[in-house]
Nanobody, 124 residues
Framework: QVQLVESGGGLVQAGGSLRLSCAAS????????MGWFRQAPGKEREFVAA????????YSAGSVKGRFTISRDNAKNTVHLQMNVLTPEDTAVYYC?????????????????WGQGTQVTVSS
């Protein structure tokens, strides 16, 4: 079973940047595709970005494309989400997720393991 721990959240002004990290432990990290999701107050959780287990394939939601970048370091068992040009609409709890498949996925149900989340707050 994979354990996931997110870090890097915080309070930032609009236009600023944050880098989220997700540390994984358990089965070999390179056998899991990874994703980031977020849930804003009063809204359903939504897909943000995903990366294949090799790191060669990535996919991002339209709302963050060009601003957010997902990457992974299989040697360090970590996945990152670099978030630039943040807006108040990006305020949410951000979750890291893992699935024991090679390919990216955008649906929550495709992921087997989830972290506890890290809060990102963007002030205007």
């Amino acid at each position: 079973q994979v354990q996931l721990v997110e870090s890097g959240g915080g309070l930032v002004q609009a236009g600023g940047s944050l880098r989220l990290s997700c540390a994984a432990s358990g089965p070999p990290f390179s056998t899991y595709a990874m994703g980031w999701f977020r849930q804003a107050p009063g809204k359903e959780r939504e897909f943000v970005a995903a990366i294949s287990w090799s790191g060669r394939s990535v996919y991002s939601a339209g709302s963050v494309k060009g601003r957010f970048t997902i990457s992974r370091d299989n040697a360090k068992n970590t996945v990152h989400l670099q978030m630039n040009v943040l807006t108040p609409e990006d305020t949410a709890v951000y979750y890291c997720a893992a699935r024991p498949q090679p390919s990216v996925a955008t649906m929550e149900t495709a992921y087997n393991y989830w972290g506890q989340g890290t809060q990102v707050t963007v002030s205007s």
